[in-house]
Every structure is written in structure tokens, then in C-alpha cells.
């Protein structure tokens, strides 16, 4: 069963704080997506990532960055967090050629205090 | 703003009836992507649509396609309470040199009471 995890369901931090975000899928996937979702605006893509060790900038990549040392795993963190970026993240993985079909991870929570 | 928009936002029907979200996208697209998510949980996809495609089923789901009027539709038939979710469409733009960046709508929330 294929799946996508991501380390925290719920998380809370102060401003000014670094936070780390995890996710690992086990399917082999070369692409990798962050997200965040906000009532009324949807799912706004932050980075993504097609192979390991490369990253593009999706449509609202202020404030994060990304890594990706490792195929199954990728990261988003906010150098240091805001209240404007308390959110749910969702993390999703997908395999070219031709397959756009996107697994999702379960969710994480952040509140930023 | 959004690529893909959803239409309702929001939807209340009963057990068995049908229910119909539609989709409406701006740029010429490869292919369109219906997800549903569970409340407080991450997306599951749940059928693609080509954009050479009219129609596609998938059990109690058809989706249509009409790519002159850059809309698509999803009908859930038989409506069961487990069907209660969001359902969002997914745009995946061309050219796409980036096989599985898709485009995310706001989505449109379903409760279906038993």
C-alpha cells in the first residue's frame, strides 16, 4: 500500500522559531510537492522537487525553503516562522512520465504563536 | 488567482440523491483531476480525465470534460453519508515539462445526511 507520511499531525510554535517540516514517501516517486491549504484559498503550491537535490519555487515559496538530501524524503522549513503561516501543510508525491496522479500525506497542523 | 474554480462551494443533499460539482479553468489543459478529501485529512485522487477526453466513469463517478467551455463536471450518484468530503479539481497546464505540477481549486464541500 503505497504511502506518504509526514512527521508531525499537529504542530505548535512561537514566532521567530526555525521549523522543520517532514515528509517520506515509500512509492520511488521522483516528484515531490509542499503545500499549504487555507479556508477559501485552496491549495496553494510552496516548492516542489523532481529529482533529489532540485527544487522550483511554486507559487508562494516567501518565507520557506526546501530540501531534498534523499529521493523518499523532503523537508520545508520556515526560517522563522510567522503567525501568517499558521496553516495546513499537506505533502504529496507523484511519478512522471505521465502520471500526474498525486498521493497525499496526511496532513500537518502548524499553529505559530 | 486559482487555475481551476469549483462551483458550489458548498452543497447539502440527502442520502441517495445525486450530487453535481462543476469546474471552471482559464488555460488550455493536459489533463483534469478530481480529488476528495476528508475532513481534516490529506487529498485522495479519485479519477483523471485527458484532455482529448469527453466522459470517464469510475463507479458512482462520471466526470465530463468540455474543453471548449474550460469546464468540467463530477457526478457522485447514489449518494451515501460516507460520500461527505471536499472534492477539488486539478489542473495540469501545458505545456507541463514538469510532469505533475497540477493546479489546485478551492474545492467544493459535500455533506450528504443520512
Known amino acids: 500500500d503505497v504511502k506518504v507520511t509526514q512527521s508531525s499531525r499537529y504542530l505548535v510554535k512561537r514566532t521567530g522559531e526555525k521549523v522543520f517540516l517532514e515528509c517520506v514517501q515509500d512509492?520511488?516517486?521522483?516528484?515531490m510537492f509542499w503545500y499549504r491549504q487555507d479556508p477559501g484559498l485552496g491549495l496553494r503550491l510552496i516548492y516542489f522537487s523532481y529529482d533529489v537535490k532540485m527544487k522550483e519555487k511554486g507559487d508562494i515559496p516567501e518565507g520557506y525553503s526546501v530540501s531534498r538530501e534523499k529521493k523518499e524524503r523532503f523537508s520545508l522549513i520556515l526560517e522563522s516562522a510567522s503567525t501568517n503561516q499558521t496553516s495546513m501543510y499537506l505533502c504529496?508525491?507523484?511519478?512522471?512520465?505521465?502520471?500526474?496522479?498525486?498521493?497525499f500525506g496526511p496532513g500537518t497542523r502548524l499553529t505559530v504563536l | 488567482s486559482q487555475q481551476g474554480e469549483e462551483d458550489p462551494q458548498a452543497l447539502s443533499i440527502q442520502e441517495g440523491e445525486n450530487a453535481t460539482m462543476n469546474c471552471s479553468y482559464k488555460t488550455s489543459i493536459n489533463n483534469l483531476q478530481w480529488y476528495r478529501q476528508n475532513s481534516g485529512r490529506g487529498l485522495v485522487h479519485l479519477i483523471l480525465i485527458r484532455s482529448n477526453e469527453r466522459e470517464k466513469h469510475s463507479g458512482r463517478l462520471r466526470v465530463t470534460l468540455d474543453t471548449s467551455k474550460k469546464s468540467s463536471s463530477l457526478l457522485i450518484t447514489a449518494s451515501r453519508a460516507a460520500d461527505t468530503a471536499s472534492y477539488f479539481c486539478?489542473?495540469?497546464?501545458?505545456?507541463?515539462?514538469?510532469?505533475?505540477?497540477?493546479?489546485f481549486g478551492d474545492g467544493t464541500t459535500l455533506t450528504v445526511k443520512p
Open positions: 504529496a508525491s507523484s511519478s512522471p512520465p505521465g502520471k500526474y496522479e498525486q498521493f
Open positions: 512509492m520511488d516517486h521522483e516528484n
Open positions: 486539478a489542473t495540469d497546464l501545458l505545456p507541463n515539462t514538469n510532469a505533475g505540477k497540477s493546479t
